[in-house]
């Protein structure tokens, strides 16, 4: 089961796939209720529920044994008008990230049953995940065999970097294991160095100082104190991973046709993206990830992001 479930998942168009064992997540639990007591994690309230689920697998979906982790490959062929407001390369695509790896994990699902029965699936809970529910995909990922947890916070995959998008499957049948993968940043600090805000210390992520969640997630204006760091960034950041030499090594252009850039984005320069109508964001984004960030939203950090010295 266990090779047929990974090379599955490969003839589907994942990248990679790995599984662990579906256990609770003591160590992570542990960091988790100290990173909250802090309030690092800003106005994401919903990271403080649902809090046991989050840290056991078993608990969220009852039953479960086994959780399969895909990657999929998001870094782009082309950048953007080096003159634009920066979008952050996973918001590129034309079609919504979810639902391309939601499509391919039911595929996924369907021929795991096909061969191995419905049973292994509980279908009266949610067992297929994409930034969808309390789940920790980097840990499980890591777990799972497909890399480590960088410095920057993210899954480092040997081979193809941190610009993968991570998808979970859960089972409730054992398998074969796969073993995880030793951290291998070493000394090197080029991502903390990096951060303009100083967001990331070794490991852990203040969100309140994340030009990420600045510009995508918080419900607030940006801080007056971090509008001149944004770094022309307008939704999301790549700054620590653009810096990773994992990435300078590995990251490759990925080869999946879902994931094609949204018609004429990244040739916007500064003056379109400043004009950009709602009626454009509406017909350009109608599918993208970009427009969970809503209009508004992306114009007022476009505002804020071009605005002169």
């Known amino acids: 089961m266990h090779n047929f479930i990974k090379q599955t998942a490969l003839s589907i168009g994942f990248d990679a796939c790995g599984i662990a064992k579906a256990e609770a997540l003591t160590e992570d639990a542990a960091f988790m209720e100290s990173w909250l007591a802090e309030g690092q994690h800003g106005d994401m309230s919903w990271l403080a529920r649902n809090f046991e689920k989050r840290t056991n697998p078993q608990l969220l979906v009852p039953g479960c044994k086994s959780v399969v982790v895909v990657l999929l490959n998001y870094f782009p062929e082309e950048k953007q008008n080096p003159d634009a407001p920066k979008i952050a390369k996973y918001a590129y695509s034309e079609t919504d990230y979810h639902l391309v790896i939601k499509a391919k994990l039911n595929e996924l699902e ?16 949610q067992h297929l995940f994409v930034d969808s529910a309390p789940v920790l995909e980097r840990r499980w990922a890591q777990r799972a065999g497909l890399g480590w947890i960088g410095k920057h916070t993210q899954l480092i995959h040997p081979g193809l970097g941190s610009y993968c998008f991570i998808g979970i499957l859960m089972l409730n049948v054992e398998t074969q294991y796969d073993e995880p993968i030793r ?12 951060c303009p805000t100083k967001a990331i210390n070794n490991g852990s992520l203040d969100a309140r100082r994340c030009i990420s969640f600045l510009t995508i997630e918080s419900k607030s204006d940006i801080p007056d104190e971090f509008q001149s760091k944004l770094s022309g960034c307008a939704l999301g950041c790549d700054i620590c991973a653009d810096v990773c030499p994992w990435n300078a090594k590995w990251a490759v252009p990925n080869n999946h046709t879902e994931l094609k850039p949204a018609a004429g984005m990244l040739h916007w320069d500064k003056s379109e993206w400043q004009n950009l109508s709602q009626e454009q964001f509406n017909v350009t984004f109608r599918h993208s990830a970009i427009k969970r960030a809503g209009f508004v939203k992306l114009k007022k950090n476009i505002s804020v992001t071009t605005q002169p010295e």
């Open 110 to 125: 369907q021929k795991i049953t096909e061969v191995y029965g419905k049973d292994i699936v509980v279908p009266e809970f």
């Open 183 to 194: 951290p291998q940043c070493g000394s090197c600090t080029r991502c903390m160095d990096a």
